[in-house]
Nanobody, 124 residues
Framework: QVQLVESGGGLVQAGGSLRLSCAAS????????MGWFRQTPGKEREFVAS????????YYADSVKGRFAISRDSARITLYLQMNSLKPEDTAVYYC?????????????????WGRGTQVTVSS
């Protein structure tokens, strides 16, 4: 298990940008995948983007492809999500996630560590 701490959420106008960060601490040996999910009240937590740490392969949900970009600082085991061209429908709590093994798009059932989440609100 690892501890994940998100930061960077906030309030932006539609069309604006935010950059989320997720700092990981604890046991991070072997193959693992880190990524981002988001959730709004009354809806299931949905996959946003992920990265296989071993080789940096990235995966994106169709809803954010071309607007969001995931990146890493491997030396510090920190994950970033650059969010551009934000839309009101992007409003959600964004959660950092970690799973053991190399995955493509992450299923929430594969996640064994979650951050507490950071709120992203996009106004019209």
């Amino acid at each position: 298990q690892v501890q994940l701490v998100e930061s960077g959420g906030g309030l932006v106008q539609a069309g604006g940008s935010l950059r989320l960060s997720c700092a990981a601490s604890g046991r991070t040996f072997g193959y693992f995948t880190m990524g981002w999910f988001r959730q709004t009240p009354g809806k299931e937590r949905e996959f946003v983007a992920s990265m296989a740490w071993s080789d940096g392969r990235t995966y994106y949900a169709d809803s954010v492809k071309g607007r969001f970009a995931i990146s890493r600082d491997s030396a510090r085991i920190t994950l970033y999500l650059q969010m551009n061209s934000l839309k009101p429908e992007d409003t959600a709590v964004y959660y950092c996630a970690r799973a053991l093994g190399d995955y493509g798009p992450l299923a929430s059932t594969s996640v064994n560590s979650w951050g507490r989440g950071t709120q992203v609100t996009v106004s019209s």
